[in-house]
């Protein structure tokens, strides 16, 4: 799910508490976003299909939003610039529920920022655990991301041994791949994981028993 992070809901203004007097109050969050925030994050998700399976799912409220129309205006716009990948539009509520119901229908979504927190969690879930996934931060084409577990910290459980650090290490692939220029090194890393999931490793979150570092050491025997 790729999604844009510098807009939107969580950082539009106004973003008010109102007190109204006889203990009412009113809060208000802005939905803001510009042709130029959507166009760039539209377009990452289009350059990202054309190495994938060339689908992109375009994920909005323009039925109830503005700004949802605004984001669909532009996505068609942008997909005119990739007649070689598919574009569908979808509803966000809908993509979570389809999400569920059939998500190897997916392959590229690109959603906004309060749309993709949510669905981001829900796609992560998919594969059994949050801990199974990593994410990237991009930003403008040559400069480097930043690429974290999804989940983010845990502090709860800092220096248990609990942690899967699977998202971790699937973050190292997506920078070797998007970074780095290593699809080669990127691929020995994925090839690794999976063969460590395919011969039973598990951590916790999943199912099993291994600490923190014995899922780290299954996915180094291995590296090839």
């Known amino acids: ?10 950082f539009g203004e106004p973003k008010t508490i109102t007190d109204l007097g006889n203990g009412q109050k009113r809060a208000v ?3 803001v976003y510009e042709t130029y925030e959507i166009d760039r994050i539209v377009r990452v998700a289009f350059d990202l299909a054309r190495t994938r399976r060339k689908l992109v799912h375009s994920a909005d409220k323009k039925n109830v939003m503005k700004s949802g129309v605004l984001w669909d205006e532009v996505a068609h716009a942008v997909a005119k ?8 539009h979808i509803l966000a509520d809908n993509a979570a529920m389809q999400l569920v119901r059939n998500p190897k229908q997916f392959d590229v979504m690109v959603t906004d920022n309060l749309f993709g927190d ?12 949050l801990g199974m996934l990593p994410s990237a931060a991009l930003g403008d084409a040559g400069k480097p991301g930043l690429y974290e577990p999804v989940h983010g910290s845990a502090p709860d ?12 290490i699937l973050s190292l692939q997506m920078a070797l791949e998007w970074s780095l220029g290593r699809k080669d090194l990127a691929e020995r890393l994925w ?27 299954a996915v180094i025997k291995y590296l090839a």
């Open 191 to 217: 090839q690794a994981v999976t063969k460590a999931l395919a011969n039973g490793a598990r951590t916790r979150d999943i199912g099993g028993k291994m600490s923190t570092s014995e899922m780290g050491d």
């Open 29 to 31: 969050d802005t939905q």
């Open 118 to 129: 949510v669905l981001s969690d829900e796609a992560a879930m998919l594969t059994g655990s």
């Open 81 to 88: 610039d990739y007649a070689d990948v598919r574009f569908e």
């Open 1 to 10: 799910i790729v999604r844009e992070l510098t807009g939107g809901v969580y």
């Open 157 to 168: 459980i800092a220096g248990k041994g609990y942690a899967n650090p699977l998202a971790g």
